[in-house]
């Protein structure tokens, strides 16, 4: 059993920036890919950056070259830094992993990232 724990969300002026994390407990040896998710009111879920445990990441074109993700398997943890945030950034974030049958953890809360014009 895996769950994870957002954190770092927040209310930030466009162009300004925040790290959020995601810490994992539980069974995280076997994880390979963890991603970040947003979820905007009225839209669906979408997958907006993904780490695997080599390091290689993807990104969804609405944030490349905002967005980093980066792991710190020793820590169990996933974070997310987001610069040049706009307000369309504004979402609902989670983390969560993906096991080819289905999301690993439960999509709790995740974290408010609220961005003004």
């Known amino acids: 059993q895996v769950q994870f724990v957002e954190s770092g969300g927040g209310l930030v002026q466009a162009g300004g920036s925040l790290r959020l994390s995601c810490a994992a407990s539980?069974?995280?040896?076997?994880?390979?890919?963890i991603g970040w998710y947003r979820q905007a009111p009225g839209k669906q879920r979408e997958l907006v950056a993904v780490i695997n445990s080599g390091g290689a990441s993807h990104y969804a074109d609405s944030v490349k070259g905002r967005f980093t993700i980066s792991r710190d398997n020793a820590k169990n943890a996933v974070y997310l830094q987001m610069n040049s945030l706009k307000p369309e950034d504004t979402a609902v974030y989670h983390c969560n992993a993906y096991n080819g049958l289905g999301y690993v953890g439960p999509w709790g809360q995740g974290t408010q990232v609220t961005v003004s014009s």
């Open positions: 539980g069974s995280t040896n076997s994880i390979n890919a």
